[in-house]
């Protein structure tokens, strides 16, 4: 596997600045953790870095993001074909994953979604030794999703991005538990195929 340079621009983090301003130069971003985070929260992310799956009828998915009813809708829409299931039921937004992150940036929000890519696919090969899977960071100037599927059934692409785009909006798989609102929604389609 190819190494990737991931680049964090710290100049649009702006509390972090705030803080390395009143402290000074030599302030690191583990200083800065020190003095901002706390444990559960960082708990927390180990659930988004490393999170858990649900195996269900030989394709594998993202728990937090499985639902067996929206599953059976993707299955009646795309047939047989798990890896575009997978494709579309495991894709992320990651800016809806933390509210007010656009004030960050697109490119930090894309460093994010990369890092998170990378450990999703060192995660998926130990835990999953005999398959292959393709992991996925993709943007535009909005948003950063990331996603993934196995690589060694057939996928048909063209249609996850087809379902992407529906009416020139996102497509959202609910998650299982209800979430608070985010501070800026997203236009959304239906969660459900149509």
């Given amino acids: 596997m190819e190494t990737q340079h991931l680049s964090l621009n710290t100049d649009k983090m702006s509390d972090f600045q705030q803080w390395k301003q009143i402290n000074g130069d030599d302030f690191s971003l583990w200083d800065y953790l020190a003095g901002v985070s706390n444990i559960e929260v960082a708990l927390a992310f180990t659930k988004v870095f490393l999170p858990d799956f649900v195996e269900h009828?030989?394709?594998?998915?993202?728990?937090?993001?499985?639902?067996?009813?929206?599953?059976e809708q993707w299955k009646a829409q795309l047939g047989d074909n798990i890896a575009s299931i997978?494709?579309?039921?495991?894709?992320?937004h990651i800016d809806d994953l933390l509210p007010g992150s656009e004030s960050a940036?697109?490119?930090?929000?894309?460093?994010?979604?990369?890092?998170?890519?990378q450990m999703w696919e060192n995660h998926l090969k130990s835990l999953y030794p005999k398959y292959s899977f393709e992991v996925s960071c993709t943007r535009d100037e909005y948003t950063v999703v990331v996603t993934f599927h196995h690589s060694n059934l057939q996928?048909?692409?063209?249609?996850?991005?087809?379902?992407?785009?529906?009416?020139?909006?996102?497509?959202?798989i609910p998650k299982v538990k209800d979430s608070q609102p985010k501070s800026k929604?997203?236009?959304?389609?239906?969660?459900?195929?149509h």
């Fill in 57 to 71: 009828e030989g394709g594998i998915f993202l728990s937090e993001a499985f639902n067996l009813e929206i599953y």
């Fill in 86 to 92: 997978e494709q579309v039921m495991n894709h992320q």
């Fill in 105 to 117: 940036g697109i490119d930090n929000l894309f460093y994010l979604g990369q890092v998170i890519q």
């Fill in 155 to 172: 996928s048909s692409d063209k249609r996850y991005e087809e379902i992407l785009s529906l009416g020139g909006q996102s497509v959202i």
């Fill in 185 to 193: 929604p997203r236009d959304r389609t239906s969660s459900s195929p």
